[in-house]
């Protein structure tokens, strides 16, 4: 196995391990004992640095690979699942709930990359950047997903091209019903461009994360959850428009 796919298939485990997470202390392990592997390691530090010193350039493209290798690993629960774990509820009731899981995830996320950066022995930051990223592009992923399965409009395809049609709707903020132009992730297409600008984004609002003291845990955790509420929001608006009008 190689490292990418090694960081990959860890970061999809982890996010949907720490989304479906009962409370915030099982959030906080989870996340912890990620961070702490994504780093700790010569190589994973050593490929973070590289990436992360690249900025916009290759970094963003190897984030790129990552999330895009990471998508169709992703634990994600179909229509009926979800109405099994949520019974009795009506689907805006289960968006909701998918929604705020989401973003305590996202937090979680954000909160531990801060408290990591108040340690004695500091670890590989841009690694930890990486990782954060990473871990919260899965949980989006994962919400957007079964976002759309709850509204009755799952993308079509396999298990690979459903994923690819959701990595674009978290590029785009929309529906897998609105994207423009298609799902072609190849390097130099508009959606790859569009990826690679989000997660340099998303890389900065990582940064956060990692300011003086605990303020860095709290601006991580507040603007992760924040985000990650909006684009469920966002995403939850297509879907209902598409419910409501087929189109």
Request: aromatic share 4%; proline share 4%; hydrophobic share 50%.
């Amino acid at each position: 196995m190689t490292e990418s796919e090694d960081i990959a298939i860890s970061a999809a485990v982890v996010a949907a391990d720490v989304t479906e997470a009962k409370d915030q202390q099982d959030r906080h392990r989870l996340v912890t004992t990620f961070t702490r592997a994504a780093t700790s390691g010569a190589r994973a530090a050593g490929r973070g640095v590289r990436a992360a010193r690249h900025g916009a350039g290759s970094g963003t493209g190897w984030l790129a690979a990552q999330v895009t290798a990471m998508a169709p690993r992703l634990r994600v629960r179909d229509a009926a699942t979800l109405r099994a774990q949520f019974p009795g509820k009506p689907d805006e009731e289960i968006a909701d709930a998918l929604i705020e899981g989401a973003a305590r995830a996202s937090a979680a996320a954000g909160g531990a990359a801060g408290v990591w950066a108040v340690l004695p022995v500091l670890p590989a930051v841009p690694a930890e950047v990486v990782a954060e990223t990473l871990l919260v592009v899965g949980i989006e992923i994962k919400l957007i997903a079964e976002l759309h399965e709850v509204y009755g409009t799952p993308a079509q395809g396999n298990v690979a091209e459903r994923m690819s049609a959701y990595v674009a709707a978290w590029a785009h903020r929309r529906g897998v019903f609105m994207i423009p132009g298609g799902v072609v992730i190849a390097a130099g297409s508009p959606l790859a461009r569009l990826l690679r600008r989000r997660l340099a984004a998303r890389a900065g609002r990582s940064a956060f994360s990692l300011g003086p003291l605990l303020t860095g845990a709290a601006a991580g955790a507040f603007l992760n959850g924040r985000e990650t509420r909006r684009l469920g929001q966002a995403v939850r608006r297509d879907l209902r428009r598409h419910a409501l009008t087929g189109r």
